[in-house]
């Protein structure tokens, strides 16, 4: 293992230009066409046969007897205008869901994720005789929508990669640059969005005595929603209900029939999250029947993450290895609030995962979070430490 760095740092020019050429050229989720070529391109480059599943690339590195794991790497971008002044930043658009032009942007580190992922590629084939078994290396699309892991499911990776004995992933995130972090247990919150849409009657401004306002009903809905967490959810769990939108209406002196909400929920437990969507639809629907509306409101389910939660087996494995190697750059992290795709691929398997996180910023007090039109981690040495703990993960498997 005291190689790999040395190894790694010969990388250094091939992977910071293959970032960079990613970083310019982000594509939305499900959209990632040009994306999935250049890691297509990059694996035929190496001697390797990819197979296309899903929108998603999958390379099988085979060396003979042992263990087989799966790593993954997410390479979608975000609709972001960005705004690091990098010399190669983005400045193309594309079109989102609905047909408008966006501006698009990698805003989450799925570019880095990709040149680590091809980076420790690059180091195995390259160094056969540090393992044996089979390395799965697999490149997902559309994390961003929570559905780039359940295409590549559903267009039979279980049926056409061999099963691996766990699966990997990691993020980039705003820690110190050179730094590893993992979490035993819940790591990344369980998500899911829904549009909620309630019908009421319309009538002209001055008439509000022949309406059934729905902005009323809408505005009662949001006040009442606050009370799920506060008043519903035991102060040891933890939930968020957050309603990010209303759309009703589109005059000042028109009731219009109808109103939409658009709301985001966020648990470490699935048995909360069941709670949370039940109080929501229980709470819509008797606001509803409060304000003599005599049509059902519509709940429109989207946007669903898994929880993700490292088993403590595979924690306490894969974390002694980093331990070994990093030193004090490892540490146990803290769970945070964002969510994964990734999780659907391990399930799919029925086989057990690890996810962690490293840094990329060299001061994470004024680092702004993933999402951000800032978000620029440093290519070095985040792509070299991303690249190693991808290759000393799985050398705890496949290590001679």
Same mark, same amino acid.
Request: with cysteine; charged share 20%.
């Given at each position: 293992?005291?190689?790999?760095?040395?190894? %790694? $740092?010969?990388?250094?020019?091939? !992977?910071?230009?293959?970032?960079?050429?990613?970083? &310019?050229?982000?594509?939305? @989720?499900? /959209?990632?066409?040009?994306?999935?070529?250049?890691?297509?391109?990059?694996?035929?480059?190496?001697?390797?046969?990819?197979?296309?599943?899903?929108?998603?690339?999958?390379?099988?590195?085979?060396?003979?007897?042992?263990?087989?794991?799966?790593?993954?790497?997410?390479?979608?971008?975000?609709?972001?205008?960005?705004?690091?002044?990098?010399?190669?930043?983005?400045?193309?658009?594309?079109?989102?869901?609905?047909?408008?032009?966006?501006?698009?942007?990698?805003?989450?580190?799925?570019?880095?994720?990709?040149?680590?992922?091809?980076?420790?590629?690059?180091?195995?084939?390259?160094?056969?005789?540090?393992?044996?078994?089979?390395?799965?290396?697999?490149?997902?699309?559309?994390?961003?929508?929570?559905?780039?892991?359940?295409?590549? %499911? $559903?267009?039979?990776?279980?049926? !056409?990669?061999?099963?691996?004995?766990?699966?990997? &992933?990691?993020?980039?995130? @705003?820690? /110190?640059?050179?730094?590893?972090?993992?979490?035993?247990?819940?790591?990344?919150?369980?998500?899911?969005?829904?549009?909620?849409?309630?019908?009421?009657?319309?009538?002209?401004?001055?008439?509000?005595?022949?309406?059934?306002?729905?902005?009323?009903?809408?505005?009662?809905?949001?006040?009442?929603?606050?009370?799920?967490?506060?008043?519903?959810?035991?102060?040891?769990?933890?939930?968020?209900?957050?309603?990010?939108?209303?759309?009703?209406?589109?005059?000042?002196?028109?009731?219009?029939?109808?109103?939409?909400?658009?709301?985001?929920?966020?648990?470490?437990?699935?048995?909360?999250?069941?709670?949370?969507?039940?109080?929501?639809?229980?709470?819509?629907?008797?606001?509803?029947?409060?304000?003599?509306?005599?049509?059902?409101?519509?709940?429109?389910?989207?946007?669903?993450?898994?929880?993700?939660?490292?088993?403590?087996?595979?924690?306490?494995?894969?974390?002694?290895?980093?331990?070994?190697?990093?030193?004090?750059?490892?540490?146990?992290?803290?769970?945070?609030?964002?969510?994964?795709?990734?999780?659907?691929?391990?399930?799919?398997?029925?086989?057990?995962?690890?996810?962690?996180?490293?840094?990329?910023?060299?001061?994470?007090?004024?680092?702004?979070?993933?999402?951000?039109?800032?978000?620029?981690?440093?290519?070095?040495?985040?792509?070299?430490?991303?690249?190693?703990?991808?290759?000393?993960?799985?050398?705890?498997?496949?290590?001679?």
């Amino acid at each position: 293992m005291s190689n790999i760095a040395k190894i %790694v $740092a010969n990388l250094k020019d091939w !992977q910071e230009g293959l970032y960079k050429e990613l970083h &310019a050229h982000p594509e939305l @989720s499900m /959209q990632e066409e040009w994306t999935r070529e250049r890691i297509t391109q990059e694996l035929t480059d190496l001697g390797v046969e990819p197979k296309r599943i899903g929108g998603g690339v999958v390379a099988v590195l085979e060396n003979g007897e042992g263990s087989t794991i799966l790593s993954r790497a997410d390479f979608d971008a975000l609709p972001l205008k960005e705004e690091t002044g990098l010399d190669f930043a983005s400045t193309g658009t594309q079109k989102d869901a609905d047909g408008n032009d966006t501006p698009v942007m990698h805003g989450c580190g799925h570019d880095m994720h990709t040149a680590c992922l091809l980076g420790a590629v690059k180091v195995l084939l390259a160094q056969k005789d540090l393992w044996q078994g089979t390395f799965i290396a697999l490149f997902q699309p559309g994390e961003e929508t929570a559905q780039g892991a359940k295409s590549m %499911v $559903a267009d039979g990776l279980v049926e !056409q990669v061999p099963k691996p004995e766990v699966c990997l &992933a990691q993020h980039v995130v @705003s820690i /110190q640059e050179g730094t590893v972090n993992a979490v035993c247990g819940p790591t990344f919150s369980g998500a899911t969005s829904l549009k909620i849409t309630v019908y009421g009657k319309g009538s002209h401004g001055s008439m509000p005595h022949l309406s059934i306002d729905p902005i009323v009903m809408a505005a009662a809905i949001v006040l009442r929603l606050q009370t799920i967490v506060s008043r519903e959810i035991s102060p040891s769990d933890f939930a968020v209900v957050t309603v990010g939108s209303i759309v009703a209406g589109a005059s000042a002196n028109t009731i219009p029939d109808s109103a939409t909400l658009q709301l985001n929920v966020r648990t470490y437990k699935e048995s909360v999250q069941k709670k949370v969507t039940e109080s929501i639809e229980r709470i819509v629907k008797a606001e509803c029947a409060a304000s003599g509306s005599d049509r059902e409101p519509e709940f429109e389910y989207f946007n669903r993450y898994p929880l993700t939660a490292n088993p403590e087996e595979q924690f306490d494995r894969i974390t002694g290895a980093f331990k070994d190697y990093f030193g004090d750059r490892y540490a146990d992290g803290e769970k945070v609030t964002a969510s994964e795709d990734f999780t659907y691929i391990p399930k799919a398997f029925d086989v057990p995962y690890f996810y962690w996180t490293f840094g990329g910023f060299p001061d994470p007090e004024s680092a702004p979070g993933n999402h951000s039109p800032q978000f620029a981690p440093t290519m070095s040495p985040s792509l070299q430490v991303g690249t190693e703990a991808q290759v000393v993960a799985a050398l705890e498997y496949l290590g001679k």
